[in-house]
């Protein structure tokens, strides 16, 4: 517990509520009841207490159950994803974009973070840059956790649209970027006190999907 802490990043005004997370414990923990989060507002991410969002409860509410008494850290992310006028890459004030800034400047990263919800109809340059910045989380030793979407596996429909027959598994954003990582690692180097070095073949597999 000294060591390990565990962040909720939640977009779209989505937080919870302390009472009500007492509640939950209180009826099916009762001897995890004095557990409690942290909320950090980025990028104008809204909180209000008294109004809290059904999915950010259930997402503390379940980590929390889970994890207890690993600390909690909710991050309540403002802004609308958005694309630069110049670009096909997030504009300022992308959600995603100001999360991953004030994440990778942290000098020291939560171990492992957990994404709220998926969002469909990510253009694509902004799915490129994120999944990118995913890596740089990647590369300092953090683990991220992605919903997975609302509708099952691909909406019910999972066979691959090239008339093939296959299965395939389709997430909603930014779930494939694991995929990306998963690959990309292979080529990958990264620079640590001046020196380039390759990651292990163990990083590898522990960033596989």
Not at 25 to 32: E, G, L, Q
Not at 45 to 56: I, L, M, N, V
Not at 128 to 134: F, M, P
Not at 141 to 146: A, K, R, S
Request: proline fraction near 7%; charged fraction near 15%; hydrophobic fraction near 35%.
């Amino acid at each position: 517990m000294d060591r390990n802490k565990l962040g909720i990043a939640a977009y779209r005004n989505q937080y919870p509520t302390q009472a009500d997370l007492t509640t939950f414990m209180t009826k099916f923990w009762s001897s995890a009841v004095d557990t409690t989060f942290t909320i950090v507002q980025i990028n104008g991410g809204s909180y209000d207490p008294k109004r809290p969002r059904t999915e950010a409860n259930i997402d503390i509410q379940y980590t929390e159950a889970i994890a207890y008494p690993t600390p909690h850290i909710f991050y309540s992310i403002g802004g609308q994803v958005q694309l630069s006028p110049d670009s096909n890459k997030p504009a300022p004030g992308d959600p995603f974009l100001e999360w991953f800034k004030y994440a990778l400047d942290q000098q020291k990263i939560l171990q492992t973070i957990t994404t709220l919800v998926g969002i469909e109809g990510s253009p694509a340059g902004i799915c490129n840059a994120v999944c990118n910045l995913y890596l740089q989380l990647g590369a300092r030793g953090v683990g991220v956790i992605f919903a997975s979407g609302d509708h099952d596996v691909d909406r019910g429909d999972c066979k691959a649209k090239d008339g093939s027959g296959k299965i395939q598994f389709s997430p909603v954003f930014p779930a494939p970027c694991t995929c990306v990582i998963h690959l990309t690692l292979e080529a990958v180097q990264y620079t640590n006190a001046g020196t380039s070095r390759s990651l292990s073949p163990r990083f590898h597999r522990s960033l596989g999907h």
